[in-house]
């Protein structure tokens, strides 16, 4: 078992940053890839950014080169940088950890983009 702890959400006027934590705890040296995704609210659940366990990353195009996913492996905890936030990226932000066989997810946490 894998448990995901979200952190770091909040409201933020449009231009500014935000960062996401993910703490992650359990059985976290079986997770190959860890990600970010998020969900509006009447819409599906999105991909953002991935990072795999030798660090490559991959964003969806609507985020990429605003957000930055990064890892410290001392602390077992994802970040997601987020800057140039716009009205659109209001929605709840959930961490996954996939191990080859299961995927886990945090509880979500909130980030508001508004002016």
């Known amino acids: 078992q894998v448990q995901l702890v979200e952190s770091g959400g909040g409201s933020v006027q449009p231009g500014g940053s935000l960062r996401l934590s993910c703490a992650v705890s359990g059985s976290s040296s079986s997770v190959s890839r860890m990600g970010w995704f998020r969900q509006a609210r009447g819409f599906q659940r999105d991909l953002l950014a991935t990072i795999t366990n030798n660090g490559d990353t991959t964003y969806a195009g609507s985020v990429k080169g605003r957000f930055t996913i990064s890892r410290d492996i001392a602390k077992n905890t994802v970040y997601l940088q987020m800057n140039s936030l716009k009205p659109e990226d209001t929605a709840v932000y959930y961490c996954?950890?996939?191990?080859?066989?299961?995927?886990?997810w945090g509880q979500g946490t909130q980030v508001t983009v508004s002016s």
């Open positions: 996954n950890a996939f191990t080859g066989l299961k995927s886990y």
